[in-house]
């Protein structure tokens, strides 16, 4: 008959595992965010650009 022993530093190792990869998957999504900032900016600026444009063509012509 075997003897069923649980290796608890594979648990263990497990847990940090999982916790080191919910970490990372943390960080990335930051920095993906955090990237698109200057994207959001600049197409923030090219809209005010265009409605200025618009604007001025509709009141000069």
């Known amino acids: 008959m075997s003897d069923p022993q649980v290796d608890p530093?594979?648990?263990t190792q497990a847990f940090r595992a999982f916790a080191r990869n919910?970490?990372?998957?943390?960080?990335?999504?930051q920095q993906q965010e955090s990237s698109r900032?200057?994207?959001?900016?600049a197409l923030g600026?090219?809209?005010?650009i265009v409605v200025a444009v618009v604007?001025?063509?509709a009141f000069v012509a």
Do not use: M, R, S, W
Not at 22 to 29: D, K, L, S, V
Not at 37 to 41: E, G, N, T, W
Not at 45 to 48: I, S, T
């Open 9 to 11: 530093a594979g648990n």
């Open 22 to 29: 919910q970490e990372e998957a943390a960080q990335e999504a």
């Open 37 to 41: 900032l200057p994207l959001y900016i």
């Open 45 to 48: 600026v090219a809209l005010v």
């Open 55 to 57: 604007g001025y063509f």
